[in-house]
């Protein structure tokens, strides 16, 4: 089955054994690596291709109810901290000695030339393997249903929180979190 891409119209195709018998599916393009919503209910059913419009919010399924009453000291946005800076180091395996500092609250790792922000040189490694997020002074790490899996303390984890010179493995690479005041 195939999809078209709202934000460039790339052909995007769906393994159809995954998909099939759903009414959504959450896509990400690979052309502009934009991630989308549709519906897939084809207008024609004749047709192998979907235009995949944007599904609107109250659409959406399993959307997060917002309570009017919360305020916004309670809600947590990704955003740098201030007067700190963050640096991922690979410290063990093919790419050992990279080091990048982040610039965004929120990047992904991958393969190298798997369109992930911060990409590392390392066959095990998947496309987009992982996240790290930054919400205010916390840092953590997210696994993006990588094949090998994300690992913290030789443990798999789906996410963790990261403290100063935290070490976790992706692959057969061993990256650390530092995190310095200035």
């Not at 930054?134 to 840092?139: A, N, P």
Request: proline share 4%; hydrophobic share 40%; with cysteine.
């Amino acid at each position: 089955m195939r999809v078209r891409c709202t934000h460039c119209s790339a052909q995007v195709d769906l393994d159809d054994g995954r998909y099939k018998g759903r009414r959504m599916a959450q896509i990400r393009c690979w052309m502009c690596a934009q991630t989308s919503l549709v519906d897939l209910v084809p207008v024609d059913m004749n047709s192998s291709t979907l235009v995949a419009d944007p599904v609107a919010p109250e659409d959406r399924p399993f959307a997060a109810a917002r309570l009017a009453e919360v305020s916004r000291t309670q809600t947590a946005t990704l955003d740098l901290p201030i007067g700190k800076s963050i640096t991922i180091s690979v410290v063990d395996g093919p790419s050992a000695g990279f080091q990048r500092d982040l610039t965004m609250p929120l990047v992904t790792l991958g393969r190298l030339r798997g369109g992930a922000d911060i990409e590392i040189d390392d066959p095990q490694v998947s496309r987009l393997h992982c996240a790290i997020e930054v919400k205010g002074d916390d840092v953590f790490l997210r696994d993006l249903r990588s094949t090998n899996g994300t690992y913290v303390a030789g443990r798999r984890v789906l996410a963790a929180k990261l403290d100063d010179s935290a070490e976790f493995r992706i692959g057969s690479s061993a990256l650390r979190v530092d995190i310095a005041s200035h």
